[in-house]
């Protein structure tokens, strides 16, 4: 996988002719007034003022409504802080499972009352120029908060170890996140993203640590791909580390 991902970007850069600014997704700086992005698997991402975006997952909203907000409340075009606004709708997801029964989670008598997730976000980023023989660098830091509405129900029919600890909010938790992410332009053509966040259950004792790691290219003035590695570890209740590989094609306008 490793050597296919090399040789991949390897190709795309022989003919990449538009040069590649520093990716802005997860970051405290917003896309302008109607520029975005749109991914296949990420969210996709419009600019409706210079300081607003709003943004969606395509491919999960059929089955799991969602939608977020992200501001920019300040900004120097160095240093920019940003609060961020997510909601989520999972009952409907829940209750194709229980019908569909593609997992087995969900007896026929649970009931799944509806439920909101929301996700409050700041976020502070600041750009760097010229650091270690890159073009440009930017580093971003978060704390995030998920909560999400009371319900009638719970969710007892899922494994305990196939459950994220995102999941924790469904059965009445509250989830506290640090993140930290840095993106750095290595060439005109290709960025490098790393991200490190710890998460904790609030009134609980779970917790875990998560990174990822992404090669961004860009193919030509609109299209760009993603290519790199996700993990996340749970060290007080699952000593496995979780490795996945990440891949996306993302179209990018009003650039």
Not at 125 to 144: E, F, H
Not at 160 to 174: G, H, K, T
Not at 192 to 221: A, M, P
């Amino acid at each position: 996988m490793t050597k296919f991902l090399l040789a991949l970007f390897f190709v795309f850069s022989l003919s990449i002719v538009h040069a590649q600014e520093l990716w802005k997704f997860n970051t405290a700086v917003t896309y302008g007034k109607n520029k975005g992005v749109i991914g296949l698997f990420q969210p996709s991402v419009y600019g409706v003022t210079n300081w607003l975006d709003v943004a969606v997952n395509p491919l999960q909203f059929v089955v799991y409504p969602n939608v977020r907000l992200t501001a920019n409340l300040w900004n120097n075009k160095q240093n920019f802080v940003s609060t961020r606004v997510a909601a989520y709708y999972p009952t409907m997801a829940a209750r194709i499972e229980q019908k569909q029964k593609l997992l087995g989670w969900f007896s026929d008598d649970l009931f799944f009352s509806p439920q909101l997730i929301f996700k409050y976000e700041m976020i502070y980023s600041r750009n760097w120029k010229y650091i270690g023989g890159s073009k440009a660098q930017r580093t971003s830091g978060k704390v995030m908060l998920m909560t999400a509405t009371e319900s009638e129900h719970t969710f007892p029919g899922v494994p305990f170890e196939a459950m994220d600890l995102r999941s924790f909010i469904l059965n009445r938790y509250n989830l506290l996140g640090l993140e930290m992410k840095h993106d750095a332009q290595l060439t005109e053509r290709l960025n490098l993203t790393l991200d490190i966040g710890w998460y904790k259950v609030i009134r609980d004792v779970h917790y875990s640590f998560e990174h990822k790691c992404l090669l961004s290219q860009r193919i030509n003035h609109h299209y760009m791909v993603q290519g790199g590695y996700s993990f996340k570890v749970y060290p007080n209740y699952l000593k496995q580390l979780f490795f996945s590989p990440v891949i996306d094609v993302m179209y990018l306008f009003g650039i």
